[in-house]
């Protein structure tokens, strides 16, 4: 079965850190691009990061540039989050989702999605 | 950025009916076009990309239209199981923007 499973959330101070580990399953993980998908209580979806298959090109959204770092380890089926100068407004639940392509190199959408790990901001 | 508009914001139906969900784009974005569905407390489940394509195991009903700036998601004849919150995504430019969300409730 193709999965994601994401781990790390949980109650952080301002400022804090944290890291999210998102482990795959069922699928060849190092030909899959993979991105960070984060939704606020009550809010909508907004897009985190982004990291290509051989980690050569990584994007972030500019709420979280400087403060996020996203990496992978294909040895793993792992892709990992840490999440430096943690703010209230980080606190929301956190997914990983798999870019779908049918094309080389061009993202529909993401086709698979972990049940998302919570992160609350808080002192 | 590239904002995505969906239009109603709140939609209430009845089973068996049709109906029409439309995403407007800030500028185009050729047919780089995905529709979600998320049930409250579940992840996000891929329903339409490529404005039209339908994913695998996604049922008939749903269809999706539209390129450039302007998209429809359509639920042909609504089932009990399609009330959800239904987000629209552009992936033709980073960042990949969300559309604020349908949310589609039982009349």
């Known amino acids: 079965e193709v999965q994601l499973v994401e781990s790390g959330g949980g109650l952080v101070q301002p400022g804090g850190s944290l890291r999210l580990s998102c482990a795959a399953s069922?699928?060849?993980?190092?030909?899959?691009?993979m991105n960070w998908v984060r939704q606020a209580p009550g809010k909508g979806l907004e897009w985190v990061s982004y990291i290509s298959s051989s980690s050569s090109t990584i994007y972030y959204a500019d709420s979280v540039k400087g403060r996020f770092t996203i990496s992978r380890d294909n040895a793993k089926n792992s892709l990992y989050l840490q999440m430096n100068s943690l703010r209230a407004e980080d606190t929301a639940v956190y997914y990983c989702?798999?870019?779908?392509?049918?094309?080389?190199?061009?993202?529909?959408?993401?086709?698979?999605w972990g049940q998302g790990t919570m992160v609350t901001v808080s002192s | 950025d590239i904002q995505l508009t969906q239009s109603p914001s709140f939609l209430s139906a009845s089973v068996g009916d049709r109906v029409t969900i439309t995403c407007r784009a800030s500028q185009g974005i050729s047919s780089y076009l995905a529709w979600y569905q998320q049930k409250p407390g579940k992840a996000p489940k891929l329903l339409i990309y490529?404005?039209?394509t339908l994913q695998s195991g996604v049922p008939s009903r749903f269809s999706g239209s539209g390129s450039g700036t302007e998209f429809t998601l359509t639920i042909s004849s609504l089932q009990p199981e399609d009330f959800a919150t239904y987000y629209c995504q552009q992936l033709n430019s980073y960042p990949p923007t969300f559309g604020q969300g349908t949310r589609l409730e039982i009349k």
């Open positions: 069922g699928f060849t993980f190092s030909s899959y691009s």
């Open positions: 490529a404005a039209s």
């Open positions: 989702a798999r870019g779908h392509s049918v094309v080389r190199g061009v993202i529909l959408a993401f086709d698979i």
